[in-house]
């Protein structure tokens, strides 16, 4: 596609529930990141993938956040049991990868709220 | 480590006024810096960025940033600012020998008619 692409855009769930998130980046690009958008809150940086390289997963917050990319392409953010403060709006990017001069072009995000 | 700073919540200004949004940085290494813009229920976009060369550099929607070395600074500047102008804005560092791109926490830009 043209542009970064998430989906839901708006998630609604109960507290202890699972909730995956998806994006599908820009055709070719090889770099894909996630953060998170919290209200009042700058992006906090959850998980980077390039190419077939082992994601660097220093971001995640806890054990219940997990995230895989199939194929070079999609990727998953997966919530599990979620809890309040994951309410946040988490924002996929990708980069055309190879290096690290490029800027990022983000999706328009998946708003979580955890009730 | 790397990481940033933008020491204003909140930036008012008035159309045809001019803009200025602060960014400071630090970084173990050499920087590449980024501003980014977002609009209300929209993701990010680019604005313009500073790899190497020319401290002033001019993006999209007549912005530019003036990269200062010595002050660790990289702010963003707007001659005449517009009512459209009207959005949060961030700034971001990349350490040369990384590949993570970190923000700062964001300044709200008004302009008021």
């Known amino acids: 596609g043209a542009g970064v692409s998430q989906s839901p855009s708006n998630k609604v769930t109960e507290k202890g529930k699972d909730v995956e998130l998806r994006c599908d980046p820009i055709?070719?690009?090889?770099?894909l990141y996630w953060y998170r958008q919290s209200l009042g809150q700058g992006l906090e940086f959850l998980i980077y993938?390039?190419?077939?390289?082992?994601?660097?997963k220093s971001g995640l917050p806890s054990d219940r956040f997990s995230a895989e990319r199939t194929g070079g392409s999609v990727s998953t953010l997966t919530i599990q049991r979620t809890q309040q403060e994951d309410s946040a709006v988490y924002l996929c990017?990708?980069?055309?990868?190879?290096?690290?001069?490029?800027?990022?072009?983000f999706g328009e995000g998946s708003r979580l709220t955890v009730l | 480590a790397q990481s940033v700073a933008q020491p204003e919540d909140q930036v008012n200004v008035a159309e045809g006024n001019p803009l200025t949004v602060k960014c400071t940085y630090s970084?173990?290494?050499?920087?590449?810096l980024f501003w980014y813009v977002q609009y209300p229920n929209r993701g990010l976009q680019f604005l313009l960025k500073?790899?190497?060369?020319?401290?002033l550099v001019k993006g999209s929607y007549g912005f530019e940033a003036e990269f200062n070395k010595s002050q660790t600074s990289f702010h963003l500047k707007k001659p005449s600012a517009l009512v459209s102008d009207s959005a949060l804005y961030f700034c971001?560092?990349?350490?040369?020998?990384?590949?993570?791109?970190?923000f700062g926490a964001g300044t709200t830009v008004t302009v008021r008619a």
């Open positions: 500073y790899i190497t060369g020319d401290n």
């Open positions: 990017a990708s980069s055309l990868g190879g290096s690290n001069t490029g800027e990022l072009f």
């Open positions: 970084v173990s290494g050499n920087p590449y």
């Open positions: 055709s070719g690009h090889t770099a």
């Open positions: 971001a560092v990349r350490d040369r020998g990384d590949y993570k791109l970190s």
């Open positions: 993938f390039q190419g077939n390289s082992a994601p660097d």
